[in-house]
């Protein structure tokens, strides 16, 4: 039944696509919406049934259906979409920020600290040293000296090594997972996003002044500093915002916290904050600091699964595998060699923190899955370096494809052989619970 609803839905749009194909934008955005959030949601009860997480649906969904092959939603359509990205990337941040129960994750601090940096930084390191040994293969690299060569590869290592919450929120979700493996990956690329945000900054600087494009770097601190203090400010008065809601208000719960959302994500971006770091703070203050976790929670399962499902519909929308057939090498070389130094490093740091073996074997996987914050890298860098920052932004959003396509279903398997799959006692109505 689920192929044949999704075969009508593929009639209807190619029906409305062929005979309105004059009509307004915001017409086809309105359609495109639609027909992304019921096909994905089917695609992804498919994927489930043969053993995929549903999310995995959701890119192929986009992907298919997206400018790269079908092209039923247009490029046009996928730009106007971008506001469901940065609600659903607040939205999964403040989830995620309420999965970070301080006092529950004491125990695993320590593992996550050396997870971040023996797995995290030594990754990055990794990647850095591999770009400049494919130089030859990376043709923007040519005629940079030693120095140049090395501030570029650097900057692109750090785009190269961003994390996914989003799809470790969402697998734990569908799969109902808890315990030390999934908190961990979960703490661990919270903490990575955090690292690389900062580290991108500072690489980033310190390019652009060697390559003589100027770069003030007391302004580049000021900016720094803005963002993630003031993000982080302004997300924990929110997060007091949304639970003096919580315990004061009855009723629109829901509305509310969509409504705060998109402030979070359309408001902070426009005053030059991170909407992801504004969420995190509000869901961690909102869990350790206040009543109101257990509710905000729930209200928030209840009105996921849409968010979910076009959240990652529309990032398929965005995927150019077509730019593999250029840079399909390089980039398959990374994803070998930032999954090797994931896997390896976690396991590393797991055994120097003591971590459980479950811990050391399966941690690393939910470090692969890449999303939002690397495609948001990777395209900042293309704007950072327009002399060749189009032909190193293909090389990474070939990296983070492929790894948004192969690395979830690894992650998946993780869950399940480590045995927490199946562990929470409150089946969520949202991502997973469909």
Same mark, same amino acid.
């Given at each position: 039944?689920?192929?044949?609803?999704?075969?009508?839905?593929?009639?209807?749009?190619?029906?409305?696509?062929?005979?309105?194909?004059?009509?307004?934008?915001?017409?086809?955005?309105?359609?495109?919406?639609?027909?992304?959030?019921?096909?994905?949601?089917?695609?992804?009860?498919?994927?489930?049934?043969?053993?995929?997480?549903?999310?995995?649906?959701?890119?192929?969904?986009?992907?298919?259906?997206?400018?790269?092959?079908?092209?039923?939603?247009?490029?046009?359509?996928?730009?106007?979409?971008?506001?469901?990205?940065?609600?659903?990337?607040?939205?999964?941040?403040?989830?995620?920020?309420?999965?970070?129960?301080?006092?529950?994750?004491?125990?695993?601090?320590?593992?996550?600290?050396?997870?971040?940096?023996?797995?995290?930084?030594?990754?990055?390191?990794?990647?850095?040293l591999a770009v400049?040994?494919?130089?030859?293969?990376?043709?923007?690299?040519?005629?940079?000296?030693?120095?140049?060569?090395?501030?570029?590869?650097?900057?692109?290592?750090?785009?190269?090594?961003?994390?996914?919450?989003?799809?470790?929120?969402?697998?734990?979700?569908?799969?109902?997972?808890?315990?030390?493996?999934?908190?961990?990956?979960?703490?661990?690329?919270?903490?990575?996003?955090?690292?690389?945000?900062?580290?991108?900054?500072?690489?980033?600087?310190?390019?652009?002044?060697?390559?003589?494009?100027?770069?003030?770097?007391?302004?580049?601190?000021?900016?720094?500093?803005?963002?993630?203090?003031?993000?982080?400010?302004?997300?924990?008065?929110?997060?007091?915002?949304?639970?003096?809601?919580?315990?004061?208000?009855?009723?629109?719960?829901? $509305?509310? !916290? &969509?409504?705060? %959302?998109? @402030?979070? *994500?359309? /408001?902070?971006?426009?005053?030059?904050?991170?909407? +992801? #770091?504004?969420?995190?703070?509000?869901?961690?203050?909102?869990?350790?600091?206040?009543?109101?976790?257990?509710?905000?929670?729930v209200t928030i399962?209840?009105?996921?699964?849409?968010?979910?499902?076009?959240?990652?519909?529309?990032?398929?929308?965005?995927?150019? $595998?077509? !730019? &593999?057939?250029? %840079?399909? @090498?390089? *980039?398959? /070389?990374?994803?070998?060699?930032?999954?090797?130094? +994931? #896997?390896?490093?976690?396991?590393?740091?797991?055994?120097?923190?003591?971590?459980?073996?479950?811990?050391?074997?399966?941690?690393?996987?939910?470090?692969?899955?890449?999303?939002?914050?690397a495609l948001a890298?990777?395209?900042?860098?293309?704007?950072?370096?327009?002399?060749?920052?189009?032909?190193?932004?293909?090389?990474?959003?070939? /990296?983070?494809?492929?790894?948004?396509?192969?690395?979830?279903?690894?992650?998946?398997?993780?869950?399940?052989?480590?045995?927490?799959?199946?562990?929470?006692?409150?089946?969520?109505?949202?991502?997973?619970?469909?």
């Amino acid at each position: 039944m689920n192929w044949v609803i999704v075969a009508v839905l593929f009639g209807l749009m190619r029906a409305i696509r062929t005979f309105a194909e004059a009509s307004p934008s915001s017409i086809g955005v309105s359609v495109a919406l639609g027909y992304l959030l019921l096909t994905g949601f089917f695609v992804g009860r498919i994927f489930a049934s043969i053993g995929l997480p549903k999310l995995t649906g959701y890119l192929a969904t986009g992907l298919a259906v997206g400018p790269a092959a079908l092209g039923l939603v247009d490029s046009a359509m996928v730009e106007s979409l971008t506001i469901v990205n940065g609600m659903a990337v607040a939205l999964i941040a403040l989830t995620a920020g309420l999965e970070l129960e301080f006092g529950a994750m004491r125990p695993l601090f320590r593992t996550i600290r050396w997870i971040t940096l023996v797995g995290i930084l030594g990754t990055a390191l990794l990647l850095a040293l591999a770009v400049l040994a494919m130089k030859e293969h990376l043709p923007f690299l040519a005629g940079m000296g030693t120095a140049e060569s090395l501030a570029v590869a650097t900057v692109l290592a750090v785009v190269m090594v961003a994390q996914s919450p989003a799809v470790v929120v969402a697998l734990k979700n569908e799969l109902l997972a808890d315990g030390p493996v999934s908190r961990t990956a979960l703490g661990v690329v919270v903490i990575a996003d955090l690292v690389v945000i900062l580290l991108f900054a500072l690489a980033s600087s310190v390019a652009k002044s060697v390559l003589g494009s100027g770069s003030d770097l007391g302004a580049t601190a000021g900016a720094l500093v803005w963002e993630l203090l003031g993000s982080l400010v302004v997300g924990a008065v929110l997060g007091y915002v949304l639970a003096f809601y919580m315990r004061r208000v009855r009723g629109g719960a829901s $509305l509310f !916290v &969509l409504t705060l %959302v998109f @402030i979070m *994500a359309e /408001v902070g971006r426009r005053l030059h904050f991170d909407p +992801l #770091l504004i969420a995190l703070a509000a869901g961690i203050v909102v869990r350790n600091l206040t009543a109101a976790g257990d509710k905000v929670h729930v209200t928030i399962e209840e009105t996921s699964l849409p968010v979910y499902v076009l959240f990652f519909t529309v990032a398929g929308t965005s995927l150019h $595998l077509d !730019v &593999l057939a250029t %840079v399909g @090498i390089p *980039a398959a /070389v990374f994803v070998l060699v930032r999954g090797a130094g +994931l #896997l390896v490093g976690s396991r590393i740091g797991a055994r120097i923190a003591g971590a459980s073996p479950e811990v050391q074997k399966f941690a690393g996987f939910g470090l692969l899955p890449q999303a939002g914050l690397a495609l948001a890298l990777s395209m900042l860098f293309a704007k950072t370096f327009p002399e060749f920052g189009e032909a190193a932004g293909a090389l990474t959003l070939s /990296v983070v494809a492929l790894n948004e396509i192969l690395a979830p279903v690894a992650f998946r398997i993780a869950l399940v052989r480590s045995g927490e799959a199946g562990k929470r006692a409150d089946a969520p109505s949202g991502a997973g619970g469909h």
